[in-house]
């Protein structure tokens, strides 16, 4: 059973920052990559940001320079700092983990790792 849970959105004013932060729980053997998704009324969704458990970082254009994403490892938790909000970041965030459980370890199914989301929180952008 593996869950993820984020927090941290709410309403904020253009300019204003928030940090979602997401975090996984469960029969986790290992989590490949963790990232953050939006989607707006109307809208498809779309990926903000990604990062590996190496390291490695990834950015949707429109959020490049003002959107930080990190990873706290030991945890299994992934933050995203959102600085310079604008009305247009107004969306649901939803967390992702790209990860393997244990059973498909025990399996031998080490690299094969599937999605999880969380339920998503509401990050509102006033102008």
């Known amino acids: 059973q593996v869950q993820l849970v984020e927090s941290g959105g709410g309403l904020v004013q253009a300019g204003g920052s928030l940090r979602l932060s997401c975090a996984a729980s469960?029969?986790?053997?290992?989590?490949?990559?963790m990232g953050w998704y939006r989607q707006a009324p109307g809208m498809q969704r779309e990926l903000v940001a990604s990062?590996?458990?190496?390291?490695?970082?990834n950015y949707a254009d429109s959020v490049k320079g003002r959107f930080t994403i990190s990873r706290d490892n030991a945890k299994n938790t992934v933050y995203l700092q959102t600085n310079s909000l604008k009305p247009e970041d107004t969306a649901v965030y939803y967390c992702?983990?790209?990860?393997?459980?244990?059973?498909?370890?025990?399996?031998?199914?080490?690299?094969?790792?599937?999605?999880?989301w969380g339920k998503g929180t509401l990050v509102t952008v006033s102008s």
């Open positions: 992702n983990a790209n990860l393997v459980t244990t059973d498909q370890a025990i399996g031998g199914a080490r690299w094969s790792g599937m999605d999880y």
């Open positions: 469960g029969s986790i053997f290992r989590i490949n990559v």
């Open positions: 990062a590996t458990t190496g390291g490695s970082t």
